[in-house]
Each structure stands twice: as structure tokens, then as C-alpha cells.
């Protein structure tokens, strides 16, 4: 079973929409957890860390289910810029970092 | 500050010779930095962890003789692929460990290489 699972996609939307990403982990001893978001052929960025309280940035909301070990990022008033893959992120261990394979979000005029 | 920067960016070579790609923290150092290899449509997948000053730990899977790691100082990690074949081709992304306060464990990525062997 893969350390983190994503829904690749793709999610098509319109822009001033509101999309979702959901993501599962298996290991239950996770310490932390993020959004990055990649751009083609670019390197990942740090969009948001995850807290068990949920946390909210501008448009983007992350929150976590650790009972459920259960990730989520809400999007609301989508932008064409926000056209890139979302990579859910876990930390187990000594910082080692496991990516989900990301869901790919196209914003269309 | 905690910027990271990979050389070269994007390099092709012929099968069977070696490439080594740079990972440099510029502001900060770094004593631990992750070499990460990314197939098109895939995940990244951690390759290696890389300490300062001793050998790297690797993954499973990925052979420490093919893929050698230097840390030779605290602002630069080295990944030699040696013998390239066209599977190895792909986008090698690197990562340090943030050193300063309030962001030491963040990890900062390098802008990627990548490597296509012919």
C-alpha cells in the first residue's frame, strides 16, 4: 500500500469555482503534513502545512482527519493561476517527506 | 533567504557515461539535503538522504553504486549517476533541510535537473 494516495485527476473547473482535493495516508505515526503545489516542470512548493485544528490561507483551507488519516484542500474563487498539481505531503520518521502522486487542477476561463 | 540551486538545470548525455548534478544551499546551511527522482505523471520518490560529512543513506531500490552522494560541506551535495542508460532519465529534484530559526524543518527544493540519456 503506497504511503500516501491521491486522486490524480484531472479536475477541470471554471474560474470562481470551489474544488477539493482529498488525500489518504496508512501511516498512522505521521507527524506532519502539507499541500505543495508543482507547476509543469517545475520543483514543488511549499503551499500550506496541515494542522489537526484546520487552517485557512486567503482562498485555500487545508484540514486533517488523523483518525480518519485523512487530508483535504478546499479551493474556493479559483484562478487560471492556480492551474497547477497539488502534491499531498506526509512527514514520517527522521524528516523524511512522502508525496502522493498529485492531482492535476486545470482553471479554465 | 533558504534558497536552493541545482547545476545543471537540464543536461542530455550518451548511454553509458556520467553525469553529476550540483544541489547547493545558497543562504543557509544544510546538513542534511534529500535527492529526489521524478518519472513524467509519477510522484516524486526519495532516492536519498545525504548527511554532511558521512555516507548517505539510501532507499530501497536504488543502487548506491550506480547513484553516488557527496556532502562535502555544509552547502553542497553532489549526485553522480554513473553509466547512464535511457531509464535513467528523468527529473532529479533536490532538498535541504532549513537551518534557521523557525524553519529547520522545512525542507527548501532545489529548481530540478533534467537528465535525459540518449
Known amino acids: 500500500r503506497k504511503e500516501v494516495e491521491q486522486d490524480p485527476g484531472p479536475f477541470n473547473v471554471p474560474e470562481g469555482a470551489t474544488v477539493a482535493f482529498n488525500c489518504t495516508y496508512s501511516?498512522?505515526?505521521?507527524?506532519?503534513f502539507f499541500w505543495y503545489r508543482q507547476d509543469c516542470r517545475k520543483e514543488p512548493k511549499l503551499l500550506m502545512s496541515?494542522?489537526?485544528s484546520g487552517n485557512e490561507d486567503g482562498r485555500f483551507t487545508a484540514q486533517l482527519n488523523r483518525a480518519s488519516q485523512y487530508i483535504s484542500l478546499l479551493i474556493r474563487d479559483s484562478k487560471l493561476s492556480d492551474s497547477a498539481t497539488y502534491l499531498c505531503?506526509?512527514?514520517?520518521?527522521?524528516?523524511?517527506?512522502?508525496f502522493g502522486t498529485g492531482t492535476r487542477l486545470t482553471v479554465i476561463p | 533567504g533558504a534558497v536552493v540551486s541545482q547545476h545543471p538545470s537540464w543536461v542530455i548525455c550518451k548511454s553509458g557515461t556520467s553525469v553529476k548534478i550540483e544541489c547547493r544551499s545558497l543562504?543557509?546551511?544544510?546538513?542534511?539535503m534529500f535527492w529526489y527522482r521524478q518519472f513524467p505523471k509519477q510522484s516524486l520518490m526519495l532516492m536519498a538522504t545525504?548527511?554532511?560529512?558521512?555516507?548517505?543513506?539510501?532507499e530501497q531500490g536504488v543502487e548506491k553504486d550506480k547513484f553516488l552522494i557527496n556532502h562535502a560541506s555544509l552547502t553542497l551535495s553532489t549526485l553522480t549517476v554513473t553509466s547512464a542508460h535511457p531509464e535513467d532519465s528523468s527529473f532529479y529534484i533536490c532538498?535541504?533541510?532549513?537551518?534557521?530559526?523557525?524553519?529547520?524543518?522545512?525542507?527548501?527544493f532545489g529548481p530540478g535537473t533534467r537528465l535525459t540519456v540518449l
Open positions: 532538498s535541504a533541510l532549513g537551518g534557521t530559526s523557525g524553519r529547520y524543518n522545512e525542507q527548501f
Open positions: 501511516n498512522s505515526a505521521s507527524q506532519s
Open positions: 496541515v494542522y489537526s
Open positions: 505531503v506526509v512527514r514520517s520518521g527522521a524528516n523524511n517527506l512522502f
Open positions: 543562504d543557509f546551511q544544510a546538513t542534511t
Open positions: 545525504s548527511n554532511e560529512g558521512s555516507k548517505a543513506t539510501y
